[in-house]
């Protein structure tokens, strides 16, 4: 089974992401891709596509509910790695459960992550 978050994406499809403009500054250590982001104001950037009156991140690959992914996941804004994925470590998720919900998706509960990680363990 894979990981729900690839089976999902709709968080990517409902903010606004705005960062500190250094996250996207390789001169000073950051790794977001510059071209893929947009000046928000003389502090902050934001992912391109996230603005829009329906917001999707210009990163975002593949289908929501289906199969989506980051495609920029190991040099995503810190904001993104601040949004868990309802109750995988225990806690709801409001940013999770707001954007599935917007995406006609039901929200993530403690049960799934049973499931996910029964079909997961290894095989002995
Ligand atoms: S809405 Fe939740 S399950 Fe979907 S990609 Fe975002 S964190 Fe993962
Ligand atoms: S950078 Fe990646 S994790 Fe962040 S909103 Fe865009 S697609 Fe989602």
């Given at each position: 089974m894979i990981h729900p978050?690839?089976?999902c994406g709709a968080c990517c499809a409902c903010f606004r992401v705005a960062f500190h403009w250094m996250e996207a500054d390789s001169s000073l250590g950051g790794e977001v891709p510059p071209e893929l982001t947009e000046q928000l104001d003389p502090h902050r950037l934001v992912m391109?596509?996230?603005?829009?009156?329906?917001?999707r991140c210009v990163a975002l690959e593949g289908t929501i509910g289906v199969a989506a992914r980051c495609g920029i996941h190991p040099r995503r804004p810190s904001v993104c790695r601040d949004v868990p994925p309802s109750w995988e470590?225990?806690?709801?998720?409001?940013?999770?459960?707001?954007?599935r919900i917007t995406h006609g998706l039901s929200p993530l509960t403690p049960e799934d992550w049973?499931?996910?990680r029964e079909a997961n363990a290894p095989k002995v």
């Open positions: 978050c690839l089976r391109r596509g996230t603005q829009a009156y329906q917001p470590f225990g806690e709801p998720s409001p940013q999770c459960d707001k954007g049973i499931r996910f």
